[in-house]
């Protein structure tokens, strides 16, 4: 008997956004995102992607971002900043009840605040909906999105074991207090 996935309690928006940076739900389009990315080593070496993904697996990845919306799991987004593609930031329904952030930059969209901002108009959002408490896992030796998190208002709580690409790894745990206050921005009508 197949377990049952954890599902998010109320539809994510599919346009977010404040002034210079904005997350839209990825498309099929994306696949090609996916793909560059898969080719960047410390996102590969950071995080869930696996390395040199084919095109027909880039396209396989969107579409099972776009299955994991539809059956409320979670919700992937394209980072835009000023009008270019700089990542990918989503959320994630756990089974424990918490929601999980996570994000992804390509070289040329660091240094500008972009995963910082993507994690707190996430989390906003989500502390808006009343979702939970809301987190996200870094890598120990990760001091980048050890920085992220902490400039997103995170604070590091412990950590847990998990099983990233076939391998059992420690994951820092961050935690950002919840709010219950309006997003510091809107979603976006288009």
Known sequence: MQKERAVLPCEPPEVLGDGDLRLRSLTGDDWTLE?????VPDIVEWTTLRPDLSV???????????????????????????????????????DDGQ????????PQGRGRGSASKAA?????????????????????????????????GFQHVGSEHRTVKDNVVELLVWAR??????????????
Request: charge should be positive.
């Open 99 to 106: 929601i999980e952030l996570f994000y992804g930059l390509l």
């Open 56 to 94: 027909e697996q880039a396209k396989e990845r969107v579409g099972g971002a776009a299955q994991w919306r539809r059956d409320a799991a979670g919700a992937v987004y394209v980072i835009e900043r000023d009008g270019h593609v700089v990542g990918t930031a989503g959320l994630t329904a756990r």
């Open 120 to 152: 707190r108009l996430l989390a906003d959002w989500a502390d808006h909906a009343g979702l939970g408490r809301v987190i996200l896992t870094t890598y120990p030796g990760n001091a980048a999105s050890q920085k992220t998190a902490t400039r997103a």
């Open 177 to 190: 207090p919840t709010t219950s206050v309006p997003p510091s921005s809107t979603a976006d009508p288009a």
């Open 35 to 39: 793909h560059q990315m898969s080719r």
